[in-house]
């Protein structure tokens, strides 16, 4: 598996190594990021919620 | 050791203990996985069968085995949930249940996209298969149960029981490769009479797999910080949380 090209050929299959590998990064990528953007805009909504109610950023 | 854990099972002392560590065990993740990819798609040998098409078995063996490690990890934290109705429990299996049913889907995919050049379809109602497909319902099931009611606690029971019900199909799932001849390959990594894979095969695949339990042990703890903070957060300990923040 010398060759930059031949390694990505995959020795034909290709089309489905590349997909299934694919699949897993976008997944595991997905999980890794959504977990810190949601407690972000939860601690947001609750912080939002603890302002007396005139203060309260629309 | 017994003071820690029961001072671990305090929620803001467990949401502060999470927050440090999960960071250490996603970089942890990155490299071992980085490592068993090297290993299974540049070290390894072609299969003298299947050539390099045999290369997807590092993604799809280790997802097939964190669905039913996850699976597994989400009855028993919902046992302990309801019999000792500790919240925590439930939390971590809310936590569990989108990380598993995402592994399970990887493992559904990448199996399938192995099938077509191998067994030419991408999808046939074999045993190990249906019951894999099963257990992504159990897991949105899961989900949607605990979603589905405005008391956290009752969805938190609900789903917990909807978890212990399912956990006859982890045993089916395992077993039907040599139950019902089945379609998809037996049991041969570990468990096969002879060892039909060289160590430059096989030992990737543990890498991958020890990776992809890293990185469960990463996500779940940073999807437990969420899942606390939505139960907790008419406590003092959030309102000085958020206060700070």
């Known amino acids: ?58 | 050791m017994f003071i820690w854990f029961h001072k671990l099972a305090s929620p803001p002392y467990f949401y502060k203990f999470a927050g440090i560590l999960a960071p250490w065990l996603a970089w942890l993740s990155l490299l071992v996985i980085a490592a068993g990819l090297y290993g299974g798609l540049w070290l390894a040998p072609p299969d003298y069968q299947q050539g390099d098409g045999f290369r997807i078995i590092y993604v799809h063996v280790p997802s097939a085995w964190m669905s039913m490690f996850i699976y597994m990890v989400m009855a028993v934290a919902a046992a302990i949930g309801l019999i000792w109705r500790m919240k925590l429990a439930h939390a971590v299996s809310a936590a569990a249940a989108p990380l598993g049913a995402s592994f399970t889907f990887i493992a559904l995919v990448t199996g399938s996209l192995w099938g077509k050049p191998m067994w030419g379809t991408y999808w046939v109602w074999d045993a190990r298969l249906t019951s894999e497909l099963i257990l992504l319902f159990l897991y949105v099931g899961y989900m949607a149960l605990n979603h589905a009611f405005e008391d956290r606690r009752t969805g938190d029971r609900a789903s917990a029981i909807l978890a212990l019900v399912g956990i006859v199909n982890i045993p089916i799932i395992h077993y039907s490769v040599k139950w019902w001849n089945t379609l998809h390959q037996g049991a041969t990594v570990f468990f096969g009479p002879r060892a039909e894979m060289p160590p430059s095969m096989y030992i990737p695949l543990f890498i991958m797999i020890i990776g992809f339990m890293v990185y469960f042990a990463a996500f779940i703890l940073k999807r437990l910080q969420v899942e606390v903070l939505q139960r907790e957060r008419n406590t003092a300990w959030v309102r000085a949380l958020v206060a700070k923040s």
């Open chain 1, 1 to 58: 598996m010398n060759s930059w090209h031949e390694f990505l050929s995959m020795g034909g299959y290709a089309v489905y190594v590349w997909p299934a590998y694919g699949t897993a990064l976008v997944v595991l990528l997905a999980n890794a990021i959504w977990p810190g953007r949601q407690q972000r805009a939860l601690l947001k909504e609750l912080r939002r919620r603890s302002l007396p109610s005139e203060e309260r950023p629309t």
